[in-house]
């Protein structure tokens, strides 16, 4: 048996970017006597490993990391974002086109809202990305029921408390009312568990459709719901600083080619919400 070098990263991070299974599935994986580094089975996930070591999972070759890539996802109503869902739920990850590799989400979307969500096939990357000191914004359509006056919303733009709970300040205007309901723009730093929706409901407003079409310089664009593209690399490049030449790229698999829908302002083109 080969000796293991204790330079290099942890195993369940090796195993993840190589799509094997996430960080803490790939605990699991070495818990359980699965995965052997240089012919020996190791129990611990403790344990870095370096390209020079052998890893095999139930007895196979991994194969070569890939590196970190990052796609946009029109997250559809009606899905929530987890791999599994104790309430038998579908899942985002259950309806993701074929062809693409094992990924994570960059954040939540609820299971309400739709929308972009970013989904990586690198855990760094995915930590990166969800940090509230990149300070990013999250813009969102938002429409409520009823006709919001601008001071009415005065109270989300100076930030609220609510259960104990402190918001930061959002940026909240009018669109366009329609109807029965208006369109609003809103945009918050934190992206915290049902903010937009508390903080309306704080304001006597109901939201009965959230649309996110930015997160960060990332643009929801023209996706259509249930749609994906990848973020060239130059474009990681150029927005984070990662080292993705062009020529790592891997071939992409082949598929049905996605369908590809006209950009559309939802307010205007959308009359009724689809139902899921």
């Known amino acids: 048996m080969e000796p293991i070098d204790h330079k290099g990263d942890r195993i369940a991070k090796v195993l993840a970017r190589t ?7 790939a605990e699991r994986m070495i818990l359980a006597g699965r995965v052997s580094v240089n012919g020996r089975v190791i129990d611990s996930p403790a344990l870095n490993v370096s390209d020079s070591d052998r890893i095999s999972v139930d007895g196979a070759p991994i194969g070569e990391p890939d590196r970190a890539r990052l796609w946009r996802y029109y997250k559809p109503t009606g899905l929530v974002t987890t791999e599994r869902d104790e309430k038998g739920r579908n899942t985002v990850f259950d309806n993701l086109p074929e ?14 809202s739709e929308g972009l969500l970013l989904l990586t096939n690198d855990g760094g990357l995915k930590r990166r990305l969800e940090l509230p000191s990149t300070g990013w914004v999250r813009k969102y359509r938002v429409r409520v029921n009823g006709t919001p006056a ?3 919303l005065e109270p989300l733009r100076k930030g ?15 669109d366009r009312q329609q109807g029965a ?5 809103v945009a918050i730093r934190e992206g915290r568990n ?3 929706r508390r903080a309306m409901e704080a304001a006597e407003l109901k939201v009965n459709r959230l649309i996110r079409i930015s997160y960060g310089p990332f643009q929801l664009g023209e996706l259509g719901p249930g749609e994906v593209d990848e973020i060239k690399p130059k474009v990681l490049r150029d927005q984070l600083g990662l080292e993705t030449p062009e020529g790592t790229a891997k071939p992409k698999p082949k598929g049905k080619p996605q369908k590809r ?6 307010s205007r083109s959308l009359r009724k919400p689809r139902q899921t």
């Open 181 to 185: 309901n208006a369109w609003l723009t």
């Open 261 to 266: 829908t006209r950009a559309m302002d939802p």
């Open 194 to 196: 049902r903010e937009i």
């Open 19 to 25: 799509g094997v299974a996430s960080r803490r599935e």
């Open 99 to 112: 062809g693409l590799p094992r990924v994570m989400s960059v954040g939540r979307l609820d299971l309400n």
């Open 150 to 152: 601008d001071a009415q």
């Open 160 to 174: 609220l408390v609510l259960d104990g709970e402190r918001f930061q300040p959002m940026m909240v205007s009018i």
